[in-house]
């Protein structure tokens, strides 16, 4: 779950190279409007600070969120922008929508690591009030199921980890 999507990371730097931008240009991938042009299928942009989720305003930096409801995922992070699939969303409690948008937003903050963004997103949710122990623990009952892969520790792990951060007072 909460892949940065090496399939999608492969298809967007071939779009960028199709499109002929630099090198530098590929490197960093399209911009959220050449991602909507190609998937289509109703995706849109939301300006960032412009995202409600479960009521609440949420934003990223300066960064938009693009909504792709055919995304494989509940999110996915691409360097300056987040993607959120609204359609798998609605199927799971606030708590962990927003740790999901707040999970993808750490990939945005602190890279790759997807230890790290779980412990981002929880310490941000603690941190602005919307995440409690009982928030943590639908969180947790959501990634239980999870297998881990090469980027992911399998679901009990991941939340054994996000219960020591959020209870830490190291700052991820």
Known sequence: MLHDLPALHRWLIGLALALGLTTTAATAGPTPEEYVQHVGGGSHIIKAGKLRIGGLLVACGHRPTVIDNNLDDYGAAYPGFLILNRR???????????????????HQFRGPDEETADCFAVQRGRRQKWLTPSGLDKVCAFIHPARGDSMHLAGPQRCKSMRRCYYSRKIW
């Not at 606030?94 to 750490?106: D, M, P, S, T």
């Open 88 to 106: 798998l969303l609605a199927n799971v409690p606030n708590a962990v929508k927003l740790w999901i948008f707040a999970h993808e937003c750490g």
